[in-house]
C-alpha cells in the first residue's frame, strides 16, 4: 500500500496522537492561499470563512484562556494535547473570569451568548492578539477546537511556530447524523484501536460510530448471564487449507481466530467516546446473522439440527435465524439488558437484514408459535420479532434501528431505518414517518476497492472511489418532502475481507472525510476541486497521526508495456464483472497475494498481446478456499473440466470457447498453498494484436483457482 504506514502509532497517548518524535517533524505548509478560496485547508469544510487582515503566532508558552468550569477546561486541555503531539508545542492552560483574556492568547468560551443558535455550531475568530473560540454548547466548542487544530496543523513554520492568518469562521453541521460503522464481527480490532478509530472520527466531526458487534462468523460482546456467547461464539478456525495446517500446539487442533470485547473494555471505549462527542450505536444482529451464537446456544435456533458444529467461517448469507420461542425472547432481552447498561445512548441497532425466511417454513416448533400468536404467513414473522425488540427498547427509553428490511416487515412508530440497499428503504420509511439514515450499498460501503492498483488490500471488486463517495447526494430528491426524517449519513466498513487494523484505517480514509463534508458541511461548500486541494494538508494530518490511508487519488496512472507482468488486478474480467479482490490463505504469517476474481466465472483476459513479438508465456496462480455461502447460484459458476488430476489453466486467443491456444498443467501448484509461478509455455506465431481468455479447467470448486499475474517474453 503505498504511501501509507502502521496504524499503530506506536506509543500513542490517550490522545491517539502521535509519539514525540513524529511530533518534532516539520510539516510542509502549502503554498499561501486565499483563505475563502481553500477553506482554510478545514475538512469537514465551515460553513462560513471569512478572511480578515493580520495573523496570529502561536508557540510554545502562548497561553489558552478559559473561564472556570469543568467543560471549557476540559476541551482547552484536549486542543493542547493535539497540538502538542502534533507540534511539540506547550501551550499554557489558565483559568480566568470574564469574556476578554486582556493578553494575546487562545480563548475557549462557552456562552450562552455566542452567535451560532445550532446544535454543535461555534464561532473561531482569529485576530491580530488571538483566537477566540465560542460556542453555545460543548459539543459546539469541542469542534471549535478540532478546526483551530486543523488550522495550526496546516500552517507550521520551520520554527515550530504557527502562523494563523486572521479570519472568521462560522460553522454548524448539515446532519446530526455523521456515521461510520466498523465491522468488529467479521473481523476483530482490539480495543485500542477501535479507541483511536474514534479518535480520528471526532477529528472529521463523525459522531455516530455503528459498532456491528455479533454476526454469523463471530460474537464479540461479553454477556455476562450469557458466557458461552464469547467462550464459543468469538473463534473459529479461518477457511482454507493453509489454516487447517497450522496447529495450535496447546489444543493439537487448527488454530482458532477470534477475540471479544470484555464489558470493562467496552466501558473504557464508551467513556472515551462520549468525550469525543461520539455515540456508540452498538449493533446486535437479529434474527439472521446469528449463526455463532445459535452455534452457542442452539436452543435459540429455528432449526438446531441444520447448525454447523463450530462457528462458520463463509462469507454470504447464512440460512439460520433464531425461533420465535417465549424463552428465544427471554434470552434476546437479557442480553440487551446488558448492551443498555453498557451503551447509554438512545439508539440500539437490531439488525434485520437479509432473513431467510426457509427455517421458519421448516420448523414445527416455529409453526406451532406462529398458529398460537395468529401469524399465518412466514412473512410476518420477522415484523412480530421486530415489534417484540421495539416494544423492549422503548419500555426501557430506547429507540430501535434496523436495516431497511424491517421496512417491509412492518414497523414500530419509533423505529428509525438504516437504508442499505440504495436509498429507497429511508424514502419510504421517512414517507411512513420513519426517521431514516442514508447508507448506501455500494458507494457508502468501504469494504469496496478504492482504486484498481494490484497494491490495494483485499476488498470487494468493484471501485468505490474518493470521488465516487464525495460525489453522492446525501439529500435524494425522493427524500426532499421528509427532508425532516433524515437524519443523516453513514458509511459502512464491513470485515470480511479487511483482516487488520491497518487495512481497516487504509479503507477507511480518506473516503470518510468525504463523507465527514457531506455530512457536516453545507451543499453550498460541496466542490470537489476544493475539497483535492485541501487534501494534502489532510494527508499531512493523517501522517502526524500515524493513520493508514489511502492516496489512490493522486496516483498516477499505470502504463504497463506488453512484456510486463499483469497482475490480476490489471486484467479484464471475462463476465466484466469485477467480483472481489480475494488473499490468499497462505502463508498464514506473512505477505499474502491477493487475487481480483469473479467468483462466479472465474475467467481473466488481457486485451491487447502482441503475439508477432511474444513467444512464451509464464503464469502464476493461487487457490483460495470457497468459502462463501451463496445458495443455489453455486449450481451456476461454471468450471471447465479438468483433463488430468491436478487440473490445467487453458489460454485461448480471441474467445473464450473452442480449442486453447496452449495449456499449462497445475501439477507443480496443486499441492502449494501460496502462489505457484507454472513452468513457462512456449507460444505458437500469430500475427498481430490478440485477446488471450484464462481460464482454469478444473475438478471441483474448492479450492477455486485463481490468476496472481501473467507475463508474455520475446
Ligand atoms: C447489509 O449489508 N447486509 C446491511
Same mark, same amino acid.
Given at each position: 500500500?503505498?504511501?501509507?504506514? +502502521?496504524? $499503530?502509532? &506506536?506509543?500513542?497517548? /490517550? %490522545? ?7 511530533? =518534532?517533524?516539520? @510539516? #510542509? +505548509?502549502? $503554498?499561501? &492561499?486565499?483563505?475563502? /478560496? %481553500? ?7 465551515? =460553513?462560513?470563512? @471569512? #478572511? ?121 453541521p448539515?446532519f446530526a447524523w455523521r456515521g461510520l460503522m466498523l ?15 474514534i479518535?480520528?472520527m471526532a477529528?472529521h466531526k463523525l459522531n455516530m460510530l455503528g459498532w ?61 467516546a462520549?468525550?469525543r462527542n461520539v455515540t456508540i450505536v452498538p449493533e ?61 445512548g438512545e439508539y440500539?441497532h ?51 434501528i ?14 428509525t431505518?438504516m ?18 439514515v442514508?447508507a ?47 437524519l443523516g449519513v453513514q458509511a459502512s ?22 463523507l465527514a463534508?457531506?455530512a ?195
Amino acid at each position: 500500500m503505498s504511501g501509507t504506514r +502502521a496504524s $499503530a502509532c &506506536a506509543g500513542l497517548c /490517550a %490522545l491517539g496522537m502521535v509519539t514525540a518524535g513524529v511530533a =518534532a517533524r516539520a @510539516v #510542509a +505548509a502549502p $503554498a499561501a &492561499a486565499p483563505v475563502e /478560496a %481553500l477553506h482554510a485547508n478545514v475538512i469537514p469544510a465551515p =460553513a462560513s470563512v @471569512v #478572511a480578515r487582515p493580520g495573523s496570529f503566532t502561536l508557540r510554545s508558552g502562548t497561553q489558552i484562556f478559559v473561564a472556570p468550569g469543568q467543560k471549557a477546561t476540559r476541551i482547552a486541555a484536549y486542543f493542547a494535547e493535539l497540538v502538542r503531539a502534533s507540534h511539540g508545542l506547550t501551550l499554557k492552560a489558565r483559568q480566568k473570569a470574564g469574556a476578554s483574556p486582556g493578553a494575546p492568547g487562545i480563548v475557549f468560551r462557552l456562552d450562552p451568548q455566542a452567535p451560532g443558535t445550532a446544535p454543535e455550531s461555534y464561532q473561531l475568530e482569529v485576530s491580530a492578539t488571538g483566537v477566540v473560540v465560542s460556542a453555545r454548547d460543548q459539543r459546539g466548542l469541542f469542534y471549535g477546537a478540532v478546526t483551530l487544530w486543523q488550522l495550526c496543523s496546516a500552517r507550521v513554520s520551520e520554527h515550530g511556530a504557527i502562523t494563523l492568518e486572521a479570519m472568521l469562521i462560522t460553522d454548524a453541521p448539515r446532519f446530526a447524523w455523521r456515521g461510520l460503522m466498523l465491522d468488529s464481527a467479521r473481523h476483530f480490532q482490539s480495543p485500542e484501536f477501535i479507541l483511536h478509530y474514534i479518535d480520528w472520527m471526532a477529528l472529521h466531526k463523525l459522531n455516530m460510530l455503528g459498532w456491528h458487534l455479533t454476526d454469523d462468523q463471530g460474537w464479540r460482546l461479553e454477556i455476562k448471564k450469557y458466557p458461552r456467547l464469547t467462550a464459543v461464539g468469538a473463534w473459529r478456525v479461518p477457511p482454507g487449507r493453509a489454516a487447517q495446517r497450522d496447529i495450535d500446539p496447546k489444543t493439537s487442533r487448527p488454530r482458532k481466530y477470534g477475540g471479544f470485547y470484555t464489558q470493562e473494555a467496552v466501558r473504557r471505549i464508551v467513556a472515551h467516546a462520549a468525550a469525543r462527542n461520539v455515540t456508540i450505536v452498538p449493533e446486535i444482529d437479529l434474527p439472521a446473522h446469528t449463526t455463532a451464537a445459535l452455534v452457542a446456544y442452539p436452543a435459540l435456533a429455528a432449526e438446531p439440527a441444520r447448525l454447523p458444529a463450530a462457528v462458520p467461517s463463509d462469507w454470504g448469507i447464512y440460512t439460520h435465524v433464531c425461533n420465535i420461542d417465549e424463552a428465544t425472547f427471554r434470552f434476546i432481552e437479557d442480553v440487551l439488558a446488558e448492551v443498555l447498561a453498557l451503551f447509554p445512548g438512545e439508539y440500539i441497532h437490531v439488525g434485520g437484514d437479509e432473513v431467510v425466511t426457509d427455517e421458519w417454513r421448516d420448523s414445527p416448533r416455529v409453526r406451532a408459535r406462529m398458529r398460537e400468536l395468529n401469524i399465518s404467513d412466514v412473512g410476518a414473522v420477522q415484523g412480530y420479532f421486530e415489534q417484540r425488540l421495539g416494544t423492549y427498547l422503548a419500555a426501557h427509553e430506547r429507540r430501535l434501528i434496523g436495516w431497511d428490511e424491517i421496512v417491509q416487515a412492518g414497523l414500530g412508530p419509533d423505529a428509525t431505518v438504516m437504508s442499505w440497499r440504495g436509498v429507497a428503504g429511508a424514502v419510504s420509511a421517512a414517507h411512513a414517518g420513519h426517521d431514516a439514515v442514508l447508507a448506501p450499498d455500494p458507494v457508502l460501503y468501504l469494504d469496496h476497492r478504492q482504486g484498481t492498483s494490484p497494491e490495494e488490500p483485499p476488498g470487494r471488486g468493484p471501485v468505490e472511489s474518493l470521488q465516487d463517495v464525495y460525489a453522492f447526494d446525501p439529500v435524494p430528491a425522493a427524500l426532499l418532502a421528509d427532508r425532516e426524517h433524515l437524519l443523516g449519513v453513514q458509511a459502512s466498513l464491513w470485515t470480511e475481507h479487511v483482516r487488520t487494523e491497518e487495512r481497516a484505517a487504509y479503507m477507511t480514509w480518506p473516503r470518510a472525510a468525504a463523507l465527514a463534508e457531506l455530512a457536516w458541511s453545507p451543499p453550498g461548500r460541496i466542490a470537489w476541486d476544493d475539497f483535492l486541494q485541501r487534501l494534502p494538508a489532510e494527508f499531512e494530518r493523517y501522517r502526524m497521526l500515524g493513520v493508514s490511508f489511502s492516496e489512490d487519488v493522486f496516483a498516477p496512472p499505470r502504463n504497463l508495456g506488453p512484456f510486463d507482468r499483469h497482475m490480476s488486478q490489471d486484467l479484464r474480467s471475462c463476465s466484466n464483472k469485477l467480483g472481489l479482490n480475494l488473499e490468499d490463505d497462505a502463508p498464514v504469517n506473512g505477505r499474502r497475494a491477493v487475487f481480483l476474481i469473479d467468483i462466479m466465472n472465474p475467467c481473466w483476459i488481457l486485451p491487447a498481446a502482441d503475439l508477432s513479438q511474444a513467444s512464451g508465456l509464464t503464469v502464476a496462480v493461487g487457490q483460495l478456499p470457497f468459502n462463501f455461502q451463496i445458495g443455489k447460484d453455486v449450481e451456476s459458476i461454471h468450471l471447465n473440466p479438468a483433463h488430468s488430476a491436478a487440473g490445467e489453466l487453458e489460454v485461448r486467443v480471441d474467445q473464450c470457447e473452442g480449442a486453447p491456444l496452449v495449456v499449462l498443467p497445475l501439477a507443480s501448484a496443486v499441492d502449494n498453498d501460496a502462489v505457484t509461478v507454472l513452468p513457462a509455455v512456449s507460444l505458437p506465431h500469430l500475427t498481430g494484436t490478440h485477446q488471450l481468455c484464462f481460464k482454469f479447467a478444473q475438478h471441483g470448486i474448492d479450492p477455486m483457482w485463481a490468476i496472481d499475474w501473467v507475463q508474455l517474453s520475446q
